[in-house]
């Protein structure tokens, strides 16, 4: 085909208008949030306690966390689907969620507390949050992987990688309603290695389906 | 910058408001220079000229099928250039070379013109026969017969708005044949 020919037909569908990718990627995570939460509440289930759990800072600051991760993934996943936009400028916004962690850290260490820095770190729930994190993640993995894939990001990894991002935030979220350990410690340890997991999926997966 | 970029900004924001033709200029207008980086890029990877049609036009399709992804307030050249970028890489990745595209392979070219106005390309051709019928059939008669979309839907008793959904589908199933190669 000749490429006058190409040029002529595609001014013909100019008419064609594409929703910008934020309308499709809060689609697809609308559709995707009841599939994982119904897996949630089907596996695991808030908490028994939960209303007194409430009052404790450091279960609240569960939630702070892991939406504050998702909520940043979401802006800089926006961003990156832009073809000729990078990290640059970009990329600290995710270090919120660190920086809250490490607060968090801070006044727990001030503290006194009942049982041992070590003994908290560990915890009672690392395993069911190594692996429940990353399980109802993944609906949400799509979804956000479906809207990205509406955008035109130049690195497909790395828009991949932060859609793991956004999908482990979302997931920790609702993990978080049911972890009985509330410690900042046990959170930055085991919620972040379930987090790795999903970015480094997110990351092997957009590698493929996130070209344009 | 080169001058005229601005004018493609101009041109672009027309486009999205619903002006066809100032669509169809500004594609015309940066195809020159697409060419000119694709060229730039197949020289430096070793790889024969007479490709650089089939790079075009998969820039072109990329670049329709990805306008919504431009901001209208930025200048339109950065974004076009990143996504010719990303398909010259693509491309040249495809043919078995690992090659590191230089960021101003397509910002410094001088706009050059084809070697005749009636520039072709294969890949596109090919890939248009394994779409559906019916989609292959609009798409040709907008393409090759230069028909407009009423004539073309009268053509195949069709109306207006299915062939420009025909059309705008032909349009994703191509680039996404393209994607898959």
Known sequence: METEQLI??????????????????????????????????TALGVRPDVMTAMHNPFFDLKFVVTLALAISAIIVALHLSRPEASMKGWGWLLLIPVGIIAAGIGSEMMLPQRLPAMTRLIGQNSRICMTAIPLLSLPLLAGALVGLRHGAPARPALAGAIAGLISAGLAATLYASHCTDDSPLFVVTWYSIATAMVTAAGALIGSKVLRF | MREGEDEWTGLMRLAISGNNSAYHRLLKAVTPVLRAGARRGLARAGQPLDQSEDIVQEILLAV??????????????????????NKLIDALRRRGRRVFVNIDDFAET?????????????????????LPPRQREVLQSIAVESASIRDTAAKFAMSEGAVRVALHRALTGLTAKLREQ
């Open chain 1, 8 to 41: 002529r037909t595609l001014a013909a569908d100019n008419r064609y208008r594409a929703r910008p990718v934020g309308f499709i990627l809060t689609l697809a995570l609308l559709a995707a949030a009841p599939v994982s939460f119904l897996m949630f509440m």
């Open chain 2, 64 to 85: 329709h099928l990805k306008r919504h992804t431009w901001d209208v307030n930025a200048p339109l050249a950065p974004w076009l250039f990143a996504i010719a970028r």
């Open chain 2, 110 to 130: 001088i706009p050059e013109e084809p070697a005749a106005e009636t520039a072709s390309a294969n890949e596109v051709a090919t890939l248009l026969q394994t």
